[in-house]
């Protein structure tokens, strides 16, 4: 299988301030990567999904102009979660789909974010 | 893609087989059947996935039922490790760019 990685793996920030959150595929070229969000004892909710070069698609509901999605290169995505408040405290995944794999998605270990 | 329906819950002992069932009965002709896991604070894991044969794999096997209505995903020995949430997603071949579609799943809890 394929490996993702994500940094950080937990990131503590005070309301009003902006966290970057990387995701990298490791030994794969990543076409598509995608950022998914999940609440406690709730099922991961896909945010939006992002082609290498292109503007990112978000789902309804979601901020563009809150959730900054960036992937600038085959390997990396980055969500930049702007102006954070404390409901934005969430575990923010990513995937990403492409080269061999491409119609398996393969996970992150997940990003904790708590807004204080 | 189709919708999936889990049982919420299940256990099993260390050591034997967990059979976990999704039935999926609106599933089209090109939409392949995945399995994923979420251990506890960790980020999903693939596992297998299959469009109408009989799949193995290192971690588990497949099993679609002829009319593709429904399968059942085969941990051979389950260990304490299993224990996770089980995500039974259908999605359409080649929709690679398309996000998935999470349901709740089967919390699978497996007994020392």
């Known amino acids: 299988g394929a490996v993702v990685s994500q940094h950080p793996s937990r990131v503590i920030c005070k309301s009003g301030t902006s966290v970057k959150i990387e995701c990298r595929s490791l030994?794969?070229?990543?076409?598509?990567m995608f950022w998914y969000r999940q609440f406690p004892k709730k099922s991961l909710m896909l945010m939006a999904t992002s082609n290498e070069g292109s503007k990112a698609t978000y789902e309804q509901g979601v901020e563009k102009d809150k959730f900054l999605i960036n992937h600038a290169s085959l390997t990396l995505s980055t969500l930049t979660v702007t102006s954070a408040h404390p409901e934005d405290s969430s575990f923010y995944i990513c995937s990403a789909t492409g080269d061999r794999f491409l119609d398996t998605q393969y996970f992150g270990p997940g990003t904790r974010l708590t807004v204080l | 893609d189709a919708k999936t329906t889990q049982p919420t819950s299940m256990d099993c002992a260390e050591g034997r087989a967990a059979n976990l069932p999704c039935n999926h009965s609106?599933?089209?002709?090109?939409?392949?059947v995945y399995w994923y896991r979420q251990i506890h604070s960790q980020g999903p894991q693939y596992i297998i996935h299959?469009?109408?044969n009989n799949e193995t794999n290192e971690m588990a096997s497949l099993i679609i039922t002829e009319d593709r209505k429904s399968s059942t995903l085969i941990l051979p020995h389950a260990t304490l490790r299993d224990t996770a949430v089980y995500y039974c997603i259908v999605r359409v071949a080649g929709g690679g760019a398309d996000g998935l579609t999470f349901g709740k799943g089967t919390h699978l809890i497996i007994q020392p």
């Open positions: 299959g469009l109408k």
């Open positions: 609106t599933i089209s002709g090109n939409e392949y």
């Open positions: 030994d794969f070229q990543a076409t598509t």
